[in-house]
C-alpha cells in the first residue's frame, strides 16, 4: 500500500486565520481525496483532488472555504480558510491503492488534528 | 443519496470472545464495503473489504459477510485481543466511485484482558 505523509500532524490555530495541509505520497496516483473527521464523529468527503484539473467538491463544501492545489502526481494541499471553531476536525488525506475491481481501496495517512480557538 | 447506518455504537467483550458490528446500507447501486480500523492519534486503515459479488470474505481472524437482498453487511472478529480495541467504521460506494465513501458511524470496541 502506499505511504501517505501528512504535515502538520496537529495544530491550534487562531479564528479568521488560514492553515494550509499537505499531503505527500511515496508514489504516483491519479486521484487523491481529502476527508474531515469532525469530533467524535464519523468521516465526510470534502473534496476530489485529480492532477491538472479543479477538485471536485462535495455538497456542503466549496472552494473559497477549502482551496485544493494539485501540483503533481505525489502531492496535494488542502487550505482551510478564515477558520472558525467548527472547523476544529481531523482533516485526512487518502488515495486508491490500485488494486483489482471496479472499486480499488481507499488507504489514508494519518491525519491532521486542527483546533481552532 | 446513500446512507450508511452502523451499530453497536460502542461494545465492550472479554479478551478471546467474539465481536459483531453490523452496518446497513440505503442505496442498492452501492457495490464495494470496505472496513476500517482507527486507533486513537491515527488515520483509519483498511482492514478487510467485500465487492458485492461476494457473500462472505475471510482473513484469518476477521471475516464479513453481506447480504445484498437486506442491504446489510456485518464484520466478525474471533478471538478477540486486546490489540483489537479501537473504533471501527463501515463503509460503502458506487460503481467507479471508490474514493467516494460513506461511513457509518463507528463502533467504539473494547477487549478486556
Known amino acids: 500500500s502506499a505511504v501517505i505523509s501528512q504535515k502538520p500532524s496537529r495544530d491550534i490555530c487562531q479564528r479568521g486565520t488560514s492553515l494550509t495541509i499537505q499531503c505527500q505520497v511515496d508514489s504516483q496516483v491519479t486521484m487523491m481525496f481529502w476527508y474531515r473527521q469532525q469530533p467524535g464523529q464519523s468521516l465526510t468527503l470534502i473534496a476530489t483532488?485529480?492532477?491538472?484539473?479543479?477538485?471536485?467538491?462535495e455538497s456542503g463544501f466549496v472552494i473559497d472555504k477549502f482551496p485544493i492545489s494539485r501540483p503533481n502526481l505525489t502531492f496535494s494541499t488542502l487550505t482551510v480558510s478564515n477558520m472558525s471553531p467548527e472547523d476544529s476536525s481531523i482533516y485526512l488525506c487518502?488515495?486508491?491503492?490500485?488494486?483489482?475491481?471496479?472499486?480499488?481501496?481507499?488507504?489514508f495517512g494519518n491525519g491532521t488534528r486542527l483546533t481552532v480557538t | 443519496g446513500e446512507n450508511v447506518e452502523q451499530h453497536p455504537s460502542t461494545l465492550s467483550v472479554q479478551e478471546g470472545d467474539s465481536a459483531v458490528i453490523k452496518c446497513t446500507y440505503s442505496d442498492s447501486a452501492s457495490n464495494y464495503f470496505p472496513w476500517y480500523k482507527q486507533e486513537l492519534g491515527k488515520g483509519p486503515q483498511l482492514i478487510i473489504d467485500?465487492?458485492?459479488?461476494?457473500g462472505e470474505k475471510k482473513d484469518q481472524r476477521i471475516a464479513v459477510t453481506l447480504n445484498k437482498t437486506a442491504k446489510h453487511f456485518s464484520l466478525h472478529i474471533t478471538e478477540t485481543q486486546p490489540e483489537d480495541s479501537a473504533v471501527y467504521f463501515c463503509?460503502?460506494?458506487?460503481?467507479?466511485?471508490?474514493?467516494?465513501?460513506?461511513f457509518g458511524q463507528g463502533t467504539e470496541l473494547s477487549v478486556k484482558p
Open positions: 483532488a485529480n492532477q491538472g484539473s479543479e477538485a471536485t467538491y
Open positions: 463503509a460503502a460506494s458506487k460503481p467507479n466511485q471508490g474514493g467516494k465513501l460513506i
Open positions: 467485500i465487492r458485492s459479488n461476494v
Open positions: 487518502s488515495v486508491e491503492y490500485q488494486g483489482t475491481g471496479p472499486n480499488s481501496p481507499l488507504h
